[in-house]
């Protein structure tokens, strides 16, 4: 389905490029494959059992390799037809999801929700496939990540008199992305965050990292691609930020999701003024 005039990113332009990642992902995925570690190492743990899980992001297999691998029906979804086929899953986007409610008990998304056009509405999505007590963990690219490629576009645009265009989509920081998924309906919601830096001998090993990674912009109205006079730029001005030794330290802000379908099996907070002790008696010195 085509991009509706409101939604800032294309969506055929996302599932292309999705699509165009996979020749090369296995260079340049390493961001989606440590996200991919860090969810597993967080499900495992969680001491109870899942047996239905959806794994959203098909461009790296590991994580629905290794759920398999403990016993679980998988369904992987992507937005790109060749990454969906190639796993044998579904190709649809997070914020139309084509399940029914209650299809899973473990929903995992690895890199993928940095550029879906309802955001709230995918993760209310999400906690709807899930059956009541269901896991939902995610983990994307969020605010504060390529402050070094954000200036040397900047430097482009501005050696052009075309002027500034949006160039790299704007992301979620953790806050935000902990009170949507309270807002979608998790309970005992946890919102957290990982900073990474990687270090490029130049502006083109980062935007080949970004392009078949599988992590480039897909703004809707994307602006024209950038002149020789401002490729220039930006590489000079990408270059003028590195280290002593030359190479340019990138930083990846990542944000990671955990939340719960709510149940009713599931602890609780007390009831307000149901307390037996006072805090102030609690915290008064002993004499």
């Known amino acids: 389905m085509a991009t509706a005039p409101h939604e800032p990113f294309d969506r055929v332009r996302r599932r292309t490029r999705r699509d165009r990642a996979?020749?090369?992902?296995?260079?340049?995925?390493?961001?989606t494959q440590h996200i991919a570690d860090e969810l597993l190492a967080r499900l495992d743990l969680v001491e109870r059992h899942f047996s239905r899980?959806?794994?959203?992001?098909?461009?790296?297999?590991?994580?629905?390799?290794?759920?398999?691998?403990?016993?679980?029906?998988?369904?992987?979804m992507d937005a790109g037809f060749v990454a969906a086929?190639?796993?044998?899953?579904?190709?649809?986007?997070?914020?139309r999801l084509p399940f029914a409610d209650g299809s899973f008990d473990l929903l995992v998304s690895a890199n993928t929700l940095d550029s879906v056009n309802d955001l709230p509405g995918a993760l209310l999505l999400a906690r709807r496939v899930l059956k009541p007590d269901g896991l939902f963990l995610a983990g994307f690219i969020g605010a504060g990540s390529l402050p070094r490629l954000r200036a040397a576009m900047l430097e482009?645009?501005?050696?052009?008199?075309?002027?500034v265009a949006p160039r790299i989509h704007p992301l979620v920081d953790v806050r935000s992305?902990?009170?949507?998924?309270?807002?979608?309906?998790?309970?005992?919601?946890?919102a957290d965050g990982e900073t990474?830096?990687?270090?490029?001998?130049?502006?083109?090993?980062?935007?080949?990292?970004?392009?078949?990674?599988?992590?480039?912009?897909?703004?809707a109205g994307t602006p024209?691609?950038?002149?020789?006079?401002?490729a220039i730029a930006a590489h000079a001005a990408?270059?003028?930020q590195a280290d002593p030794d030359g190479r340019v330290s990138e930083t990846f802000a990542l944000v990671y999701l955990i939340g719960w379908a709510p149940d009713e099996s599931q602890p609780k907070p007390a009831r307000r003024g149901s307390a037996t002790a006072s805090l102030a008696a609690t915290l008064k010195p002993k004499q």
């Open 22 to 31: 996979m020749a090369r992902f296995g260079a340049h995925g390493f961001l």
């Open 53 to 76: 899980a959806l794994v959203i992001g098909a461009t790296d297999a590991r994580i629905a390799g290794t759920l398999a691998a403990k016993g679980m029906t998988i369904v992987s």
């Open 85 to 95: 086929k190639a796993a044998g899953g579904v190709q649809a986007d997070e914020d």
């Open 156 to 163: 482009a645009d501005l050696a052009d008199a075309r002027g």
């Open 177 to 190: 992305a902990g009170d949507l998924l309270g807002r979608a309906g998790f309970v005992l919601p946890v």
């Open 196 to 219: 990474l830096d990687v270090r490029y001998g130049g502006l083109d090993g980062l935007l080949a990292d970004l392009r078949f990674g599988a992590l480039g912009s897909v703004l």
């Open 224 to 230: 024209a691609p950038l002149s020789r006079l401002q």
């Open 238 to 240: 990408f270059a003028s």
